[in-house]
């Protein structure tokens, strides 16, 4: 089992930045291909970006270019940076593990979950 918590939402002005973060505990962190993904309301959830423990990196076409995604394994922690934020970019983020070697980019791919962390964009 791995344990999720994502912290660092709230409310940002349209062209700021958030960095949001995800502890990880349980099961080795360091065996796990790492992604974040977002819910806005009555729409499915979507792929943000993704972070493999060999350190490949992935993203969405929508936060290309103004999304950076990292992660410490030493302290079991995952992190995302959005900057230029767009309404658009409203949701709750979640963060997820999946195996290493598996699709990133789907949610179907990833194990674990956790409860999400809610971001909202003023205009």
């Known amino acids: 089992q791995v344990q999720l918590v994502e912290s660092g939402g709230g409310l940002v002005q349209a062209g700021g930045s958030l960095r949001l973060s995800c502890a990880a505990s349980g099961r080795t962190f360091t065996s796990y291909a790492m992604g974040w993904f977002r819910q806005a309301p009555e729409k499915e959830r979507e792929f943000v970006a993704a972070?493999?423990?060999?350190?490949?990196?992935y993203f969405a076409d929508s936060v290309k270019g103004r999304c950076t995604i990292s992660r410490d394994n030493a302290k079991n922690t995952l992190f995302l940076q959005l900057t230029n934020l767009k309404p658009a970019d409203a949701a709750v983020y979640f963060c997820a593990a999946a195996p290493e070697y598996t699709v990133v980019t789907v949610a179907s791919a990833y194990e674990y979950w956790g409860r999400g962390t809610p971001v909202t964009v003023s205009s």
């Open positions: 972070i493999r423990w060999s350190g490949g990196t």
